[in-house]
């Protein structure tokens, strides 16, 4: 494995190149992979933190998950075009989300098991 390269379990990550997949010419500056999308943000269920600090979330939902805590506010704009986005559909998404699908990503990887749902906190 080259020095480049990073391993989790069984799994290579090369770093994208700039001709990879779909893309043409992207700038790939840093340590850039392809990310497998799984949906909407409408997907994750999402609470807020007043109902957190109130334990007013059943500890049952959250059982056996991982749980992400982010911001949501408009003023953070933090949304991002995805490889779902075109001309036509400007599909946009969140930092939160992305570091969702990053982690299912990942966890599915290592533990060689298809998730079907992830939860965050918002």
């Known amino acids: 494995m080259s020095e480049c390269h990073i391993q989790l ?5 090369k770093p994208l190149q700039p001709n990879d997949g779909n893309y043409i010419r992207a700038k790939t500056g840093g340590y850039q ?5 799984h949906g909407t943000k409408a997907q994750f269920q999402t609470f ?7 334990n007013r ?3 049952q939902t959250l059982e056996s998950r991982i ?3 982010g911001a949501t506010p408009e ?3 933090d949304s991002f075009l995805t490889s779902y ?16 699908e990053m982690m299912t990503q990942f ?3 290592l533990t060689q098991t298809n998730v079907s749902k992830a939860h965050y906190l918002c």
């Open 33 to 37: 992979i392809l990310l497998s999308y």
């Open 48 to 54: 807020s933190i007043t109902y957190l600090l109130a």
């Open 107 to 109: 966890y599915r990887i």
């Open 57 to 59: 979330i059943p500890p």
């Open 9 to 13: 379990g069984k799994t290579v990550f």
């Open 67 to 69: 749980a992400l805590i």
């Open 75 to 77: 003023s953070i704009k």
């Open 85 to 100: 986005s075109s001309h036509h559909c400007n599909l946009v998404v969140g930092k939160r989300q992305i570091h969702i």
